[in-house]
C-alpha cells in the first residue's frame, strides 16, 4: 500500500525508472514523513494564531510580533523625494527615491563594500564610512535644491535607515542594537541606540541629513508593496531566514500600553522564524533534528530551518546522505564535497526541480561537476529530483500556514488581501509560489482566490524611504 498523502504531492509524483523496491520503500517513507496533510496544516495555523496573540500581549514571548512604530498605511498617492540606506551584509546601499504619485517610483543607488575592518573595528569608524558615503552620493546624485526661504532643519534630506540585525525598538527614530550577527562585531555597538550614533556622525560630517526612521527588511517590503497596492495586508521575506510582517490595529497591541498616536493602524514585524521553538506541532524529521543540532544556534528558529534558503539545501543533504549509507544512491558513494556541511546549496536544488530534460542533465551537472559524485545513474537523479520536491514542498505548505493564519487573525479570509513577498527562494525557486496557493486552496476553498501573492522588490531601499515619509505626514 503506497502512504496517503496530501494530493499535491500525488499530483508531482513521477515514476522512478528502475527504481528497486528498498528504494521506492525509502523514498515513500520519507515521503510521507514530510507530508504535511490540510489537517495538520489546520493545526499549524491554529497554533501560530495563538501565537501571535500572546506575542501581542506580552514581550518576550517565541514569537516576539515587534512593534516597527511605523504608523499609518501608505495610498501611492504621495510625492517627495527621500534617502534610504541599507545595511544588512555585505555591502552598504545609499539610495534616492522619488515617489511621483500613482504608486511610480525613481530610484538612484551606490553601492559600497563593507570591509572586514570596518565590520569588526570600532563602531565610530563604521558610522563615520556610512556617513562619508552618504556625502559622496549627495555631491554625486542628488540634484534636489532647498529653497533658500526654507528653515534650516527643512534644508535636510530626510532618511529611512533599514538595519538587518536584531534591534530592540522603542519609536520610529530610535532602537538599541541587540546582538550583532553575520560577521558584524564592532564591540563598542551592542546596546547602543543605532540611530544616534549613525545622526552623531552625520553631525561629524557636517551631512545635512535626518534619519527620520529605523526598519526591518520585512516592514519595508510591506511598505513598498502598500504603495503599489494599497490592499496589502503582508510582507514577506524568503531569503536567506524568512520573516514577516502586517499591519495591526494598534488597540490589538495590548503591551504598548500608554502608546496614543492618532492612527489606526501599526505595522508589526512578527520574527516568525523562531515559531514553535518549543516543538508542540511542527512535523520535525530526524533530518531536522540533525540540521539543528549540527547548527550555530542549536533550539533557536526551528520554524526558519524548515523554511529558508539557507536550510533547505542542508536538510536534503542529510537526506541524501542517509540513502547513501543505506546503499540506496550513488552505489553507496558520496564525496568529499557532498559530506561537507551546507556543501548542497538550495539553488542547486532550483536548478534540480527546473530540470525537465529526459535524462536530467542539468541534475547530472550539479551531482558530478559540482559535487563530485563519482558516476550517477538516471534512477539516481531522479531519486534526487524527488528528495528536492519533498523538502520544498514542506517548506512551502509550511509558509502558507503562517499566511493563513495572519489572515484569519486579520478577519480577512472573506473580503482578501494582497501580499509583498522578497527573497532569492521565491523569487527563484520553482513552484514555490504555485505551492503555497494550492495549500491555501485546501485551506480557505475558493476564498484562497482572493488572496493576492506578488513579487516585490526592494523593501530595503523603498520601504525605508517610505517609512521616512510616513513621518513628515502626520
Ligand atoms: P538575503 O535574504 O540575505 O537578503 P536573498 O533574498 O538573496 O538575500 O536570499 C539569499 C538566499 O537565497 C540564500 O540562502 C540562497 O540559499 C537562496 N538562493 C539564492 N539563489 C537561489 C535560487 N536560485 N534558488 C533558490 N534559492 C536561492
Ligand atoms: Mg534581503
Redesign the pocket.
Known sequence: MPPILSSIIRDEIKPIDGASDSQLSAIDGIAKEFDLTVEKLSEIVNHFCNEMDKGLEKSGMTVAMIPSFVTGIPTGNEVGTFLALDL??TNLRICEIAFEGKGVINVKQQKHKVTENLKTGPANQLFDFIADCIDKFLSELVTVQFENDQSENDKKFKMGFTF?FPVEQTAINKGTLIKWTKGFTCPDAENKDVVFMLQEALKRKEVPVVVAALVN?TVGTLLSHSYKDPDTLIGI?????TNGAYFEDIPKIKKLNKYSNDSEKMIINIEWGAFDSEKKVLPLTMFDNKLDRESNNPHYQIFEKMI???Y??EITRNILLHLIDRMLLFDGYSSKELNRHYSF???Y???IEADESHALDDTKKVLEELLNIPSTTLTDRQIVKRVCQIVALRAARLSSATLAAIITHCGRVESGSSVGI????????PH?SARIKTALQELFGTNADKIKISLARDG?GVGAALAAMLTTKK
Open positions: 544588512g551584509g538587518s527588511d521575506i524568503y531569503g536567506t531566514g529558508s534558503g539557507m533547505l539545501g546549496e538550495t539553488e536544488m532550483s536548478t522578497d527573497g532569492s527562494l521565491f523569487e527563484f525557486y514555490f530595503s
